[in-house]
DNA sequence: GTGGGTGCAAATACTTTGCAACCGA
DNA sequence: TCGGTTGCAAAGTATTTGCACCCAC
């Protein structure tokens, strides 16, 4: 991998990430970037998406719609709403451990495990 | 919902999910049924898995790259791979068990919980 | 006959990429 | 200066949608 410079985008990015607790998409990066650098593109906040998630300093959520970011890496699990698309952390009275579930007949390397509970939030739930 | 009629191209890409075991994308599911139905279009196929997992006949399998599609719909969870997009299903010597781990602070509706390992399939670490 | 289903094509949503100019070390 | 980074635009990938015609009930 090539040697990483110092970008002030970059940093408006992460530090705008730190800042959140609602694991923004790209879109809403790009939006809140923009007010400090009117000029950046979609593009550049995609690429420095990518590289921070690449380099481990935060963590792209996959989910139906548009990927999020987040930039708490310590393992934590979300819930996602199936009708709006809005992830939050979930808090747990005792913390999910998989020591004694690691999987059979596998041979691949592991490098992370998702939970992900899905269904209606609170919000969707009072809409409808 | 609007009553369901019966058509024989949506029969086709149910069948096909049940003969599989690996997960297929639409694009291949489109592949497959074009054997039977030559004219059958990508939309036809895009509806009809939204359709069958909607009604729950089917799972769709939300991860990096296209989604993929699953006639398994008993509790079960997944190995996806970050090279190649596999999606392989894990056998536990211990099923997961996540009655202790209820969310805390979390008034919404789970419908479903999803674990899902993700890292580097066999087949990729002997390639690189 | 009625309304859901289909094929086709166009549109949309999201993300990546090529390239020349730019900037940090 | 060198090479990573940026802005811009175009392209690429995945999925949805409008519409006229078709087929199951």
Redesign the interface.
């Known amino acids: 991998m090539a040697a990483l410079k110092h970008s002030r985008q970059r940093d408006c990015i992460k530090e705008f990430l730190i800042g959140r607790h609602d694991h923004p998409t790209a879109d809403m990066v790009y939006a809140h970037v923009r007010e400090e650098f009117p000029h950046i593109s979609l593009g550049t906040v995609y690429r420095n998406l990518s590289l921070l998630s690449e380099i481990g300093e935060i963590r792209k959520i ?3 719609g548009p990927d999020r970011f987040d930039a708490n890496t310590m393992p934590h699990y979300h ?1 996602t ?2 009708c709006c698309g809005s992830v ?1 952390d ?7 451990d ?1 020591s ?23 919000a ?2 009072k809409k409808s």
């Open positions: 996959t989910c139906n819930f709403c199936n939050e979930l808090e747990f009275e005792q913390a999910p998989f004694g579930v690691l999987p059979m007949n596998f041979s691949g390397i592991i490098e992370q495990i998702n939970l992900d509970f899905n269904g209606t939030c609170e969707c739930i």
